[in-house]
């Protein structure tokens, strides 16, 4: 089992950045592949980004292809989310969660233990 904790959320201005950081506990922190996902008020939640165990392999919704960059440290049991030109409809609380296949999915299901969420609030 592994427990997630988001960090790094806050309320920025449009254009600007912010990263994100999702450390896990446990020892088998390189077993999981990983994601992040947000969830708007009254919307669904929905997939953002996703990693494989290794880093080799990542996954981008189209809303925020070129803007965020998803990563992982394994020796510190940390994943990222680095968001960049940061937009008001990403405004969500975010999510990281740990999926125990290797391949990253963007499927919402898929994934096996989730963090408690970190809100992010963009202003225009």
């Known amino acids: 089992q592994v427990q997630l904790v988001e960090s790094g959320g806050g309320l920025v201005q449009a254009g600007g950045s912010l990263r994100l950081s999702c450390a896990a506990s446990?020892?088998?922190?390189?077993?999981?592949?990983m994601g992040w996902f947000r969830q708007a008020p009254g919307k669904e939640r929905e997939f953002v980004a996703a990693?494989?165990?290794?880093?080799?392999?990542?996954y981008y919704a189209d809303s925020v292809k070129g803007r965020f960059t998803i990563s992982r440290d394994n020796a510190k049991n940390t994943v990222y989310l680095q968001m960049n030109s940061l937009k008001p409809e990403d405004t969500a609380v975010y999510y990281c969660?740990?999926?125990?296949?290797?391949?990253?999915?963007?499927?919402?299901?898929?994934?096996?233990?989730w963090g408690q969420g970190t809100q992010v609030t963009v202003s225009s």
């Open positions: 969660a740990a999926d125990r296949k290797s391949i990253p999915t963007m499927l919402r299901d898929e994934y096996d233990y």
């Open positions: 990693i494989s165990r290794s880093g080799g392999i990542t």
């Open positions: 446990g020892r088998t922190f390189s077993s999981y592949a």
